[in-house]
């Protein structure tokens, strides 16, 4: 679930469709979502205000938590959105980390009830959020040796994971970036560059600290060079101990698990609005070549890029054959041309002339009687 929503839409639309629907519906769908989340939505006619909901979801960090289960943290948080509606079911169905039970008799007739189902779809966010809760929370209590805390990897999708590293006095998250076009990560070098610049200001002095190089920092010294081959650089992010007290904790692991789908979206606006940028300006040298086009002493107006292609098209079919006339003319001519009084310049100046030496030599005979 790429996005800045953290509720599911489709999860949210079945939920909707079964609560407002007039008549007991069968309900049985498999929904799949972006990071191999899975969704199990079940109601039965037999039971027509209970909804049974399972849910399959990765891990951030597989070397961090209970192999058998979600963490009593992650089940803590899942149960606070809404003690009435929403009911843990154990153990959960095959294959899923969690099953909940959903009674929609104990929703409000109002527009409260449309709130609690958003926060139910957003229960996948919970989890992840969670885990990464946990992990601020408790990374002290994790590998260490002479104060050097190994880095933990996190996965949030396959191809994008990134690093939380604890330090005495705060906690570094660290994002290896990578983009599939060159002029995304000019874009991206050049976003990166400037958040630094912005976020050095004292307007942003509560902010975590953010600092961007191409290499690797000192800290994922270690890590597996296919994690840390990139074209995008390395940003990381220095969280200190305010900003995950309180409810800055929530938004500070949401705005971390977002962070790679903030950057692409920006990278994909910007790339946007330079070919607008583009087209614009295109469209503007249109306009001015069609003015300055005068043909049978009309002028023809010429408007948006595409009609540009077909004038510059028609002109150089001309020129083609034009210069192609020209050449078979040239192949017709089978003598050389001639230019008058040529021939006289060249018998005065273009004929090399013979120098003869003032002094003789003369070979000399050798005799073989002479003494």
Same mark, same amino acid.
């Given at each position: ?21 007039? #008549? &007991? @519906?069968?309900?049985? +769908? =498999?929904?799949? $979502?972006?990071?191999? %989340? ?6 039965? *006619? ?103 805390? #190994? &880095? @933990?990897?996190?996965? +949030? =999708?396959?191809? $994008?994971?990134?690093? %939380? ?6 906690? *570094? ?113 249109? $306009? ?84």
């Amino acid at each position: 679930m790429a996005s800045f929503e953290r509720a599911s839409p489709a999860l949210k639309e079945i939920l909707l469709r079964i609560y407002n629907a007039e #008549k &007991p @519906i069968e309900v049985d +769908y =498999h929904l799949y $979502e972006f990071g191999s %989340v899975e969704y199990h939505i079940k109601s039965s *006619v037999s039971e027509p205000q209970v909804t049974y909901l399972s849910i399959s979801t990765p891990f951030l960090s597989q070397g961090v938590f209970l192999s058998y289960g979600l963490s009593p943290f992650t089940l803590k948080m899942v149960r606070q959105i809404s003690t009435d509606v929403l009911h843990i079911v154990e153990p959960a169905n095959d294959g899923y980390q969690l099953t909940l039970r959903l009674d929609f008799s104990k929703l409000p007739h109002n527009k409260e009830s449309l709130k609690i189902i958003t926060e139910v779809s957003s229960v996948q966010a919970v989890i992840l959020s969670s885990q990464l809760k946990e992990m601020l929370q408790n990374v002290n209590s994790w590998d260490s040796s002479q104060g050097i805390y #190994k &880095p @933990i990897k996190l996965i +949030y =999708h396959p191809k $994008e994971p990134f690093y %939380v590293i604890r330090q005495p006095q705060k906690i *570094v998250a660290v994002f290896p970036m990578r983009f599939k076009d060159n002029s995304d990560v000019i874009i991206a070098t050049s976003f990166f560059q400037e958040l630094m610049d912005v976020v050095s200001l004292k307007k942003w002095a509560k902010v975590p600290p953010c600092n961007w190089s191409p290499i690797p920092p000192l800290e994922l010294r270690g890590e597996s060079f296919e994690d840390l081959s990139t074209n995008g650089g390395f940003v990381s992010f220095d969280i200190s101990s305010h900003h995950v007290e309180g409810k800055r904790l929530d938004k500070t692991v949401w705005s971390l698990l977002n962070f790679y789908a903030y950057v692409k979206h920006h990278v994909k606006c910007t790339r946007g609005f330079i070919q607008r940028r583009m087209r614009r300006r295109l469209d503007n040298l249109v $306009e001015v070549l069609a003015k300055s086009r005068v043909e049978d002493g009309q002028i023809k107006k010429v408007q948006g890029w595409r009609k540009m292609r077909k004038m510059v098209g028609s002109k150089s079919k001309m020129i083609i054959r034009r210069w192609g006339d020209l050449g078979k003319k040239i192949k017709r001519i089978r003598f050389r041309i001639k230019i008058h009084g040529f021939a006289r310049f060249r018998r005065r100046w273009l004929i090399v002339p013979s120098f003869s030496s003032s002094t003789a030599y003369t070979k000399l005979q050798t005799n073989g009687n002479n003494n």
